[in-house]
């Protein structure tokens, strides 16, 4: 029964339980009503009793008058007991009237208390005279004359009595007929509450409903937004990852073109005209390394990776890459305070790199003349939590109180105006900060304007210890000729300009190559010949790398364990997963550097025992 009451709506659940307190309340009223009827109809029957002891005291008065008088009588005399007995009635009466509390009202007019003690007074005096022995004849009749002038004020007493009783039940029936009707008043009022509560509830259930309707729907529109918002975060991902193919693509094919230019015979202008166009193109790269990592970022598909650090390492690579832009702007570029070679921390190390390259180029990059400075130190914050940093410290323009509070937004730029001296998309510092969080740190800023600036990178420190074995590979052109060793490298790519520069990158290395256009036509070429490493793009007509990967991994033969190294221009972290998950053995972005697949072919593939210089360095492609 519970069950379906509760499987009723709300509604009318609250209408039936308001119905049934409305019948209850109906109820009431009809019993105020009929209890306001039986006071009218019982207040004529409440006066006679009040005044029935005083009208019975005056009959009682009257009756032993009589009694007196037929016993003075000579023709037919009463007894004396009779007379006694009829005494003995009045005075009960008089005790009745005088002690009783309903007579107390009679009591409010001094008249009455004076007749009732005159009249009290009298019987006592008929009690002595009826009790004397011998003739009581003559004092009969003078107490029998008194009773005659007594009379009147027997009959004021009924008739005052009366009077004093009509008054205070009227007053009373007043007051109680005033009291039922504020009863039946608040009873209406609280059945007119009732119905307003009952109509007030219906409302804001129906509100309820309407709200519970429109947050339904409202839910239904954020489910739809997210998933629009999920999808459109997937084709903007999407779009970033072909914009990236697309873009470094060819940008692989020119870099790669100008490096194997750069080491042909050249006139001091081309050589000039060379070097222009790598710094163009390592311009263009930094912005579109910036973009991707943004997209990273905001995506929340940037992870950071923990291994051990060599920080006095990690600060001379840094130095290495930066000093050329310094000298080329003549600046005095330094390290300041380097940290023992025995010290490893546990952090990412290539994004603190990207973090201290980013500042370095800003402070090289704003700074005409002077210093530019890179140093180390470690300490403990009040909680005593070890952390460390490194500040880069310039001679630079410096920055105001205004663009202090601005520079760590995306896009922002010190010098904004169409004139601008200072180029940049205004990325880098944003990219630190973040990447500076995801590593437990922050980045903070001291400057002044005209005085240059220093940019403080804290981070917490994790002692780590050093890895077993470290191998530092020497440049490839440093490996005497003896040493190198000739590799048969199958090449499944399908650009032509790439095609090109990988053929002489590889003919530079002293390997040979076979070129496939496509992962179809390196399947059939990998089965008919003998090859040592697979250099496999991912984005290709016909068959792309990833399938190809996993269809030789699934291969009946030897050649299913076969090196396969993925070289593609989708950077992005779902293709070095997708990759791994194929079966790639090191993953290698576009553009490609010599020392970077120079690397991969020491560490993933085999090399004869005898071979000399290919110890696998301790490191990780992917």
């Not at 009208?55 to 023709?75: G, N």
């Not at 007119?192 to 509560?197: R, S, W």
């Not at 068959?543 to 269809?551: F, Q």
């Not at 090196?563 to 221009?569: E, N």
Request: aromatic share 6%.
């Amino acid at each position: 029964m519970w069950k379906r009451l509760r499987a009723l709506p709300f509604s009318i659940r609250l209408l039936a339980v308001t119905a049934v307190i409305a019948i209850a309340m109906v109820v009431l009223l009809a019993f105020e009503l009929t209890q306001r009827q039986a006071l009218l109809e019982q207040s004529s029957l409440r006066v006679d009793s009040l005044t029935a002891p005083a009208f019975l005291l005056d009959r009682e008065f009257l009756r032993f008058q009589h009694a007196l008088e037929l016993h003075l009588s000579a023709k037919k005399p009463l007894s004396k007991d009779d007379v006694q007995m009829h005494l003995d009635l009045l005075s009960s009466k008089v005790d009745i009237v005088r002690e009783s509390p309903g007579s107390a009202f009679m009591f409010k007019n001094p008249d009455n208390i004076a007749s009732v003690e005159s009249m009290h007074a009298f019987v006592l005096r008929a009690q002595l005279i009826l009790n004397r022995d011998g003739n009581q004849a003559k004092a009969l009749r003078e107490l029998l004359q008194d009773m005659v002038d007594f009379t009147t004020r027997t009959h004021a007493i009924g008739s005052s009595a009366d009077l004093m009783a009509s008054m205070l039940l009227e007053q009373q029936n007043t007051e109680l007929l005033a009291q039922n009707q504020q009863i039946t008043w608040l009873t209406v009022v609280q059945l007119v509450l009732l119905m307003a509560t009952a109509i007030g509830l219906l409302v804001r259930h129906r509100d309820q409903q309407r709200e519970r309707t429109a947050l339904k729907a409202l839910n239904e529109q954020l489910r739809q937004a997210q998933q629009e918002a999920e999808s459109a975060s997937k084709g903007k991902s999407l779009f970033l990852a072909n914009m990236s193919h697309e873009l470094r693509t060819p940008f692989n094919g020119i870099v790669g073109i100008l490096s194997v230019l750069a080491t042909t015979p050249l006139s001091p202008q081309q050589t000039d005209l060379v070097n222009t166009v790598n710094d163009s193109a390592g311009h263009f790269l930094k912005l579109l390394n910036d973009i991707l990592d943004m997209s990273a970022l905001e995506s929340g598909k940037m992870s950071m990776r923990a291994e051990a650090v060599n920080l006095q390492a990690l600060m001379i690579d840094v130095q290495a890459i930066m000093r050329p832009l310094a000298v080329q702007k003549k600046l005095d570029f330094s390290l300041v305070n380097l940290p023992p070679s025995y010290f490893w921390v546990k952090s990412d190390g290539t994004r603190l790199r990207q973090i201290l390259l980013n500042l370095l180029n800003n402070a090289i990059k704003f700074t005409e003349q002077g210093t530019v400075s890179l140093q180390f130190q470690q300490s403990a914050d009040a909680m005593g939590q070890p952390f460390f940093e490194f500040s880069v410290t310039d001679t630079g323009i410096g920055l105001d109180e205004e663009s202090l509070g601005k520079l760590f937004q995306r896009f922002y730029q010190v010098d904004s105006g169409l004139s601008r001296k200072f180029t940049g998309a205004g990325l880098g510092l944003e990219i630190s900060m973040s990447l500076a969080r995801l590593l437990g740190g922050e980045i903070s800023v001291n400057s002044r304007l005209g005085e240059g600036a220093t940019f403080l990178v804290r981070l917490p420190l994790l002692a780590h210890t050093a890895p077993a074995q470290v191998v530092v590979l020497p440049p490839p052109d440093a490996i005497p000729a003896e040493e190198a060793i000739s590799l048969r490298v199958l090449v499944a790519e399908d650009h032509p300009v790439n095609q090109k520069f990988l053929a002489f990158l590889l003919q530079r290395m002293g390997h040979t190559a076979t070129f496939c256009d496509n992962g179809e036509l390196a399947l059939q070429a990998l089965q008919k010949e003998d090859y040592d490493v697979v250099l496999m793009d991912i984005h290709m007509p016909v068959m792309d790398g990833l399938t190809a990967t996993r269809t030789i991994r699934a291969l009946a033969s030897e050649k299913s364990t076969i090196p396969v190294i993925a070289l593609t221009a989708d950077v992005f972290k779902e293709a070095r997963e997708s990759a791994a998950a194929a079966g790639v053995n090191a993953f290698l972005p576009k553009p490609v550097q010599l020392q970077e697949l120079e690397a991969a072919f020491r560490l993933h593939v085999p090399a004869p025992q005898n071979a000399p210089g290919y110890a696998p360095p301790s490191i990780n492609m992917f």
